[in-house]
T-cell receptor, first 114, second 111 residues
Framework: NAGVTQTPKFQVLKTGQSMTLQCAQD?????MYWYRQDPGMGLRLIYY???????DKGEVPNGYNVSRLNKREFSLRLESAAPSQTSVYFC?????????????FGPGTRLTVL | QKEVEQNSGPLSVPEGAIASLNCTYS??????FFWYRQYSGKSPELIMF????GDKEDGRFTAQLNKASQYVSLLIRDSQPSDSATYLC???????????FGKGTRLHILP
């Protein structure tokens, strides 16, 4: 049981390059999330998916796209990276519903855009 | 203004004392509330979850929820140096599983 896995762990991009961050969970969770964390800013929600086949915008969706490939996988794509997207990106998953206190985070991807 | 607000700190508390962390939220439709602990360079770790008004206790941790006043708090009793971390408050918005975080409060436990 690996929990939530993210690849890659580190990435350096040049402005304008594209890349996809991968996330997978093996806990049969319905909901999956992408957050970014910048110093002093806490976690900001980029996109989330409450179930397979659905995705919704969070607080800071501009410049990103997502795909809920299946129940296990939720990817985040940067089409044209900008220095403002330098951040630590966390993927998380959870069983939907208020009774469930089981949101788990992946180890994070540290992205630098030059 | 963020939908979930926390004092960024740092909050310094002597070892063995009670640390009190507070959080307010703006959306009255919020249903569930979470407290996470995050050590520097690590992922957030869920430590408390509450969705009913009142107190919920788990070991040295107590979460308190007051929906009428729209605040959530976390008490840490018998604070230890290992409790030094950033504590993140989060709320689930409008039952649609959208979870929004505050900016976090840095807690320092003084030996």
């Amino acid at each position: 049981n690996a929990g939530v896995t993210q690849t890659p762990k580190f990435q350096v991009l040049k402005t304008g390059q594209s890349m996809t961050l991968q996330c997978a969970q093996d806990m049969n969770h319905n909901s999956m999330y992408w957050y970014r964390q910048d110093p002093g800013m806490g976690l900001r929600l980029i996109y989330y998916s409450a179930s397979e086949g659905t995705t919704d915008k969070g607080e800071v969706p501009n410049g990103y796209n997502v795909s809920r490939l299946n129940k296990r996988e939720f990817s985040l794509r940067l089409e044209s990276a900008a220095p403002s997207q330098t951040s630590v990106y966390f993927c998380a998953s959870r069983t939907a519903g208020r009774a469930y206190n089981d949101q788990f985070f992946g180890p994070g991807t540290r992205l630098t855009v030059l | 203004q963020k939908e979930v607000e926390q004092n960024s700190g740092p909050l310094s508390v002597p070892e063995g004392a009670i640390a009190s962390l507070n959080c307010t939220y703006s959306d009255r439709g919020s249903q569930s509330f979470f407290w996470y602990r995050q050590y520097s360079g690590k992922s957030p770790e869920l430590i408390m979850f509450i969705y009913s008004n009142g107190d919920k206790e788990d070991g040295r941790f107590t979460a308190q929820l007051n929906k009428a006043s729209q605040y959530v708090s976390l008490l840490i009793r018998d604070s230890q140096p290992s409790d030094s971390a950033t504590y993140l408050c989060a709320a689930e918005m409008n039952r649609d599983d959208k979870i929004i975080f505050g900016k976090g409060t840095r807690l320092h436990i003084l030996p």
